[in-house]
C-alpha cells in the first residue's frame, strides 16, 4: 500500500485547509485510516480516523468540532477538512492505514502498518 498526501500550505489562524490522502496497491485488508500530526519538538499524535468499511469517524477531543475526516471508497482517498485552524495545529500531518486496527487502538499509531511523507500545514496567527 502506497499513501501520497497532499494539501498542506501556509494559512492564517480562522483560515480553513483540506488534505488529501491518497491509497494505491492493496488497499483491501485496511481496517481503518488515519491522520496523525508531528509539531516540532513533540511526539506524533492522533487526529482523526476513519472506519473504512463503515465510514465511521473518530476524532481527538483537541479537533472534535474543527475537523472532518471522510473517506471516498471508489477513489480509495481519505480528507481531512480543517476548519477554524489554530497557531497549535502547526504541524506536519501523516495519513496511515492499518489493517490491523480495532477499535481500541485506532488512535495508536503502532498499529498502522503504511504511512505516507507528511504534509506540513503552518498556521500564523
Known amino acids: 500500500v502506497q499513501l501520497q498526501a497532499s494539501g498542506g500550505g501556509l494559512v492564517q489562524a480562522g483560515d480553513s485547509l483540506r488534505l488529501s490522502c491518497e491509497a494505491s496497491?492493496?488497499?483491501?485488508?485496511?481496517?481503518?485510516m488515519a491522520w496523525f500530526r508531528q509539531a516540532p519538538g513533540k511526539e506524533r499524535e492522533f487526529v482523526a480516523a476513519?472506519?473504512?468499511?463503515?465510514?465511521?469517524?473518530y476524532y481527538a477531543d483537541s479537533v472534535k468540532g474543527r475537523f472532518t475526516i471522510s473517506n471516498n471508497k471508489a477513489k480509495s482517498i481519505v480528507y481531512l477538512q480543517m476548519n477554524s485552524l489554530k497557531s497549535e495545529d502547526t504541524a506536519v500531518y501523516y495519513c496511515?492505514?492499518?489493517?490491523?486496527?480495532?477499535?481500541?487502538?485506532?488512535?495508536?499509531?503502532?498499529?498502522?502498518?503504511?504511512w505516507g511523507q507528511g504534509t506540513l500545514v503552518t498556521v500564523s496567527s
Open positions: 496511515a492505514a492499518g489493517s490491523r486496527t480495532i477499535l481500541t487502538t485506532y488512535h495508536d499509531d503502532r498499529y498502522y502498518d503504511y
Open positions: 496497491g492493496r488497499t483491501a485488508g485496511s481496517r481503518f
Open positions: 476513519v472506519r473504512w468499511s463503515s465510514s465511521y469517524t
